[in-house]
C-alpha cells in the first residue's frame, strides 16, 4: 500500500471505536460528534472494500477483518505515543485495563495491587469488575481474570489458582449444622451455575438436598447473604479468608468441590505488550506464592 495514501485519521478514529465498543463513546473520546466518527469508519470501510463493523441489537460488533486490523493498530498507535513521549522528555507511562472477576478482585487482588504499583511505576494499570461476564475486545480491556474451565475460545489463557467451594454460614448458623444433612434445616444459596450444590453433596457422600434459596450471580452478594445469616452459601473458600478470620463467615464442613479455577485471559490474536506481560508475570507469581 502507498503509505502517502493510509487514512490515518479514519485508522485512529476506528482504533478509538473498537476499544470503546461505541460510536457513541468514541465520539466523546475523540470530542466530535457521532456523526463525524460514522463519516470516518464508512470512509475506511469503502477504502478497504470490506465491512469493519456489523450493527447488531447489542451495539457494534466487529467483522473478522476488524478484529485482525484492531491489534496491528492499537500497537502502531502506542509505539507512536512512546517515541513522541521519549522525544517530549515525558516519562513513558502506558495505560493497562484489567477486567477482573469480582470475587477475585474484593477476596485476593486489590489488597495486593499496590505491591504490583510500587514495583512497575511505568504501567497505570485501571481495574474494572464484573461478573465473570466479560468481552474484552467490546469493553475495551487489555486482559480479564475470569473464573471457570479454561475453554474461552479466541482467548489465550494463564491458570491462576483453583477456587475449591464449599459451605460457608454466619457462626449463629453454624451451631446447628453437624452433618452434612442438617442443611436440610436451612436455606441454600444459590448462584448461576447449578451444578455446584449436586458436585458438593456427592463430594460429601449424602444425597442432594433441595436447593431452593434464590440464586445470585456474584459470590460477593451469596458471601453478603451469609453473613446476615439468610442461609448458607457455596463459596470459594479461598477468596473470603478475611471474613472467615474476623467471625463473620465460618466454615461448617471441611468438605471442598472443585468447579473451576481463574484465569487471566487475553484476545489470542492480540500481540502481547510490555505491560501486557510484566503484569501476567507478576500475577503468577503472586499467587504461586499465596496458594
Known amino acids: 500500500m502507498d503509505r502517502a495514501d493510509i487514512p490515518l485519521n479514519?485508522?485512529?478514529?476506528?482504533?478509538?471505536?473498537?476499544?470503546?465498543?461505541?460510536?457513541?463513546?468514541?465520539?466523546?473520546?475523540?470530542?466530535?460528534t457521532q456523526a463525524a466518527v460514522s463519516h470516518q469508519i464508512a470512509r475506511l470501510e469503502d477504502r478497504l472494500g470490506v465491512a469493519l463493523f456489523?450493527?447488531?441489537?447489542?451495539?457494534?460488533?466487529a467483522t473478522d477483518e476488524g478484529r485482525l486490523l484492531y491489534p496491528v493498530l492499537e500497537q502502531g498507535f502506542?509505539?507512536?505515543?512512546?517515541?513522541?513521549?521519549?522525544?517530549?522528555?515525558?516519562?513513558?507511562?502506558?495505560?493497562?485495563?484489567?477486567?477482573?472477576?469480582?470475587?477475585?478482585?474484593l477476596g485476593w487482588l486489590m489488597p495486593r495491587l499496590a505491591a504490583f504499583e510500587h514495583a512497575?511505576?511505568?504501567?497505570?494499570?485501571?481495574?474494572?469488575?464484573?461478573?465473570?461476564?466479560?468481552?474484552?475486545l467490546r469493553e475495551g480491556l487489555d486482559m480479564a481474570v475470569r473464573f471457570g474451565n479454561g475453554g474461552w475460545t479466541g482467548n489465550d489463557t494463564a491458570p491462576l489458582v483453583a477456587a475449591p467451594l464449599s459451605p460457608l454460614c454466619a457462626p449463629s448458623l453454624a451451631l446447628r449444622l453437624c452433618e452434612p444433612a442438617d442443611l436440610a434445616q436451612t436455606v441454600l444459596l444459590r448462584s448461576y451455575r447449578s451444578a455446584e450444590w449436586p458436585s458438593w453433596f456427592e463430594a460429601a457422600g449424602v444425597p442432594c438436598l433441595p436447593v431452593t434459596g434464590p440464586v445470585l450471580d456474584s459470590s460477593i452478594a451469596l458471601a453478603q447473604l451469609a453473613v446476615e445469616g439468610?442461609?448458607?452459601?457455596?463459596?470459594?473458600?479461598?477468596?473470603?479468608?478475611?471474613?472467615?478470620?474476623?467471625?463473620?463467615?465460618?466454615?461448617?464442613?471441611?468438605?471442598?468441590?472443585?468447579?473451576?479455577?481463574?484465569?487471566?485471559?487475553?484476545?489470542s490474536d492480540r500481540p502481547q505488550t510490555q505491560a501486557m506481560t510484566s503484569f501476567r508475570r507478576w500475577l503468577i507469581a503472586e499467587c504461586n506464592r499465596n496458594f
Open 78 to 105: 502506542d509505539d507512536v505515543a512512546r517515541a513522541l513521549s521519549r522525544i517530549t522528555g515525558r516519562r513513558d507511562v502506558a495505560q493497562l485495563k484489567i477486567g477482573v472477576n469480582t470475587t477475585f478482585a
Open 54 to 61: 456489523l450493527r447488531a441489537s447489542a451495539g457494534l460488533v
Open 230 to 267: 439468610a442461609g448458607v452459601a457455596l463459596l470459594p473458600v479461598a477468596m473470603f479468608g478475611r471474613q472467615i478470620a474476623d467471625g463473620r463467615l465460618t466454615q461448617p464442613f471441611g468438605t471442598v468441590v472443585t468447579a473451576g479455577r481463574y484465569y487471566l485471559t487475553w484476545p
Open 10 to 32: 479514519a485508522l485512529r478514529v476506528f482504533e478509538v471505536a473498537m476499544r470503546q465498543g461505541s460510536f457513541t463513546k468514541a465520539a466523546e473520546e475523540l470530542r466530535v
Open 120 to 136: 512497575h511505576p511505568e504501567i497505570d494499570l485501571r481495574i474494572s469488575t464484573n461478573n465473570n461476564r466479560v468481552d474484552i
